[in-house]
């Protein structure tokens, strides 16, 4: 089944730590994208990418790198320059902007969840 | 810029009741986009519609149905004769040509429906 994978599902760190968290799809999608999500709050866009090698800053970039050297992977790393790490993480992807016109249905992973200690 | 406002932050039922979800945006984008997502427990955010600026008809797929109106910038959620499984955060979305296609989130609705 087509999908996207996410993990580690929890994954707990202490302050001063990076960590990175994984988001790979087979779904052949062009577009990938990482938000982050805390309570009461909406979705949040940390960084997306359209194309391989190739990624924007989102809304909320700072303290988060991401990379993507290949179609199916968009890895975020956290670092400790995050002041507030502690959140719900979704990875998402699409078809893209290459491949059709408006906007498209993103497909969301099932999501991390970091705990800083 | 965009913004999407879900007034009721937690809305709860009881099972058979229909209830709505409201959602209000605001764009200057003349195309523009607009999207339902379910988030059950589990946490994944399931796709439910997309609607655009074009098209102004309601929609219904089974117990659900979405009302699309331009002249008070709003696009409201209907679960008709709700259930248990209903219970989730729903997400409504706003994407446009100006934010170059990229989805703008509302702070979600989180539904409770009790047996």
């Known amino acids: 089944d087509g999908g996207i994978t996410q993990s580690p599902k929890y994954l707990f760190r202490k302050e001063g730590q990076n960590v990175t968290l994984s988001c790979e799809q087979n779904l052949n999608h062009d577009a990938m994208y990482w938000y982050r999500q805390d309570p009461g709050q909406g979705l949040r866009l940390i960084y997306y990418s359209q194309i391989v090698n190739d990624f924007q800053k989102g809304d909320i970039a700072e303290g988060y790198s991401v990379s993507r050297e290949k179609k199916e992977s968009f890895p975020l790393t956290v670092t400790s320059a995050q002041k507030n790490p502690t959140a719900f993480y979704l990875c998402?992807?699409?078809?893209?902007?290459?491949?059709?016109?408006?906007?498209?249905?993103?497909?969301f992973g099932a999501g991390s969840r970091l705990t800083v200690l | 810029a965009q913004k999407v406002t879900q007034a009721q932050t937690e809305i709860s039922v009881v099972e058979k009741e229909d209830v709505t979800l409201d959602c209000v945006y605001e764009t200057r984008d003349t195309t523009y986009y607009l999207f339902w997502y379910k988030q059950p427990p589990s946490g994944e955010l399931v796709f439910l519609i997309r609607?655009?600026?074009?098209?102004?008809q309601n929609e219904i797929s089974g117990r659900y149905s979405w009302n699309f109106q331009k002249s008070t910038s709003s696009f409201n959620f209907t679960i008709t004769a709700s259930q248990v499984v209903d219970s989730a955060v729903y997400f409504c979305a706003l994407s446009g040509r100006g934010s170059n296609y990229k989805l703008t989130f509302g702070k979600g609705t989180l539904l409770t429906v009790n047996p």
């Open positions: 609607r655009n600026s074009f098209d102004e």
């Open positions: 998402a992807s699409s078809i893209g902007q290459g491949r059709s016109s408006g906007a498209n249905v993103l497909t």
